[in-house]
């Protein structure tokens, strides 16, 4: 096994207490100290991870858009300056390569971030597909620091370290948008998406200025209720937004129809990689919201019962810390997947009852 690649911010988590864990080829910040606490800072007050393994791509040239409607599931070429979209890499079968984000940044430049542990496979089926279009893709993630500051008072911590000429952006910036503010002088790309279902940014820059910006926001934001919050409380947040994890939820064995994306590529014109398998594509599964009636909790792998049938089985699940009863995501059959059906879980040889219900399980005030 080839060793695991460290954070440019790994001394900062190790001075705060960092438990480690393997994600990919990185070895993350699991927690600094309690993941329940960390998980209900980000609901009440802040959390400040670090995501320094996820992936950055640019990709730049006067094809760039067309590109990219060729390489995405999505329709990207059309996408407005300083605007995010959540998007899909598929192989020739349609199994899902990544998800990912894709901002467009100029008119002829975009930036992708694949997650960590698929980022050289996406790198690799991006280059492949460049051939022949006018474009030229650079793999930044060695060198970028990536950092989300996440909860309702992430603005409010935010505005301290950024520059007043740049306070208006910060304010003005809508979900799923991106702009490029200053820092201490030092300008970085500062976007609004979030994986946690609660308000939030994510600041990208270079390792120097990842490690000043990380301490400048943990010290101004230490009033304010903000921590340092690791993989653990990224985990449970994500799940109680309902948002899918690659590697839970996604894989090479599902495709995007199964996965509801099928809405990406409906009306898309252009070709793309995997269209003919997945335009008119009837789903054989879909992944759906459950609700425990219980108390115990499924995790993924458990499987999911009607009567005497095996329905499905559950790809993340744990009790959810803000709701107060256990949530899980699963993959089921198409024909038991409506919302209210009543299930059962096996959980260690015994079923507990369940309900599919809308996700997200958990959504803001105002939201």
């Excluded at 000429?165 to 702009?179: D, R």
């Excluded at 398998?277 to 909790?297: C, F, H, N, Y």
């Amino acid at each position: 096994m080839s060793e695991l690649h460290n954070s440019p911010l790994h001394d900062r988590h190790e001075k705060l207490g960092a438990t480690f864990t393997p994600f990919g080829p990185w070895n993350m910040p699991l927690k600094y100290g309690s993941e329940l606490d960390e998980h209900r800072a980000v609901r009440t007050a802040a959390g400040l991870f670090d995501l320094s393994h996820m992936g950055e791509i640019r990709i730049t040239g006067e094809q760039a858009g067309e590109y990219l409607d060729h390489a995405f599931i999505s329709t990207l070429s059309t996408m407005p300056v300083h605007k995010a979209k959540y998007t899909m890499l598929v192989d020739d079968e349609g199994g899902i390569l990544d998800d990912l984000l894709i901002y467009r940044l100029g008119e002829t430049e975009f930036l992708a971030v694949p997650n960590a542990g698929n980022t050289d496979v996406v790198w690799a089926a991006m280059r492949a597909r460049s051939k022949g279009w006018s474009v030229e893709l650079k793999n930044e993630s060695d060198h970028t620091v990536l950092l989300a500051l996440q909860g309702p008072r992430a603005q409010e911590i935010l505005l301290r370290i950024v520059s007043e000429q740049h306070k208006h952006l910060v304010e003005e910036l809508k979900y799923y948008t991106c702009a490029v503010v200053e820092v201490y002088g030092r300008k970085m790309l500062c976007a609004r998406t979030g994986y946690t279902g609660e308000d939030g940014f994510e600041l990208y820059t270079d390792p120097v200025q990842g490690r000043a910006t990380w301490d400048a926001l943990l010290e101004c934001g230490t009033g304010a209720g903000l921590v340092p919050a690791g993989l653990a409380a990224r985990d449970s947040l994500r799940l109680e937004a309902g948002l899918s994890l690659y590697g839970n939820e996604l894989g090479l064995d599902i495709t995007p129809v199964e996965a509801g994306m099928a809405v990406a590529f409906g009306k898309k014109e252009a070709d793309f990689v995997g269209r003919s398998v997945l335009m008119d594509r009837e789903p054989t599964s879909r992944i759906v919201g459950l609700k425990g009636l219980g108390r115990r909790a499924a995790r993924a792998g458990s499987e999911v019962w009607l009567g005497d049938e095996l329905v499905g089985h559950v790809t993340s699940g744990q009790p959810s810390p803000t709701l107060g009863y256990p949530v899980a995501l699963a993959r089921l059959r198409p024909d038991v997947a409506e919302e209210g059906a009543q299930l059962e879980v096996d959980i260690r040889g015994k079923r507990h009852p369940v309900e599919i219900v809308a996700t997200p399980f958990y959504r803001r005030a105002g939201k």
